[in-house]
């Protein structure tokens, strides 16, 4: 089911698109109707730098069960790294 509510976050890393890298300077994950993706609805992540125009921009599809997947290997990996490596409150 759509939720209609985008959860938009700065962002300071970068991704690569059809044009090569850049910056990544926001955001947003919401759940909706996939433009790809074969399910009927999929949690959508958009990263993005909107002053490098509309071509600065990577977008997942992932169903539920991916994207909470996604979500646990981060914090894993996060907490397997070594302290100071990784800046994040454990």
Same mark, same amino acid.
């Given at each position: 089911?759509?939720?209609?509510?985008? &959860?938009?976050? &700065?962002?300071? *890393?970068? *991704?690569?698109?059809?044009?090569?890298? #850049?910056?990544?300077?926001? *955001?947003?994950?919401?759940?909706?109707?996939?433009?790809?993706?074969?399910?009927?609805?999929?949690?959508?992540?958009? #990263?993005?730098? +909107?002053? &490098? *125009? +509309?071509?600065?921009?990577?977008?997942?599809?992932?169903?539920?069960? =991916?994207?909470?997947?996604?979500?646990?290997?981060?914090?894993?990996?996060?907490?397997?790294?070594?302290?100071?490596?990784? =800046?994040?409150?454990?």
């Amino acid at each position: 089911m759509c939720t209609y509510l985008t &959860e938009k976050i &700065e962002l300071d *890393g970068a *991704g690569k698109g059809a044009n090569g890298w #850049f910056t990544l300077s926001q *955001g947003a994950v919401y759940v909706d109707h996939p433009y790809h993706s074969t399910h009927e609805h999929t949690v959508n992540i958009d #990263f993005t730098n +909107p002053g &490098e *125009g +509309p071509s600065a921009r990577v977008a997942v599809e992932l169903t539920e069960e =991916s994207a909470l997947a996604l979500v646990e290997a981060i914090h894993k990996a996060l907490a397997a790294a070594p302290p100071g490596l990784a =800046s994040v409150k454990r």
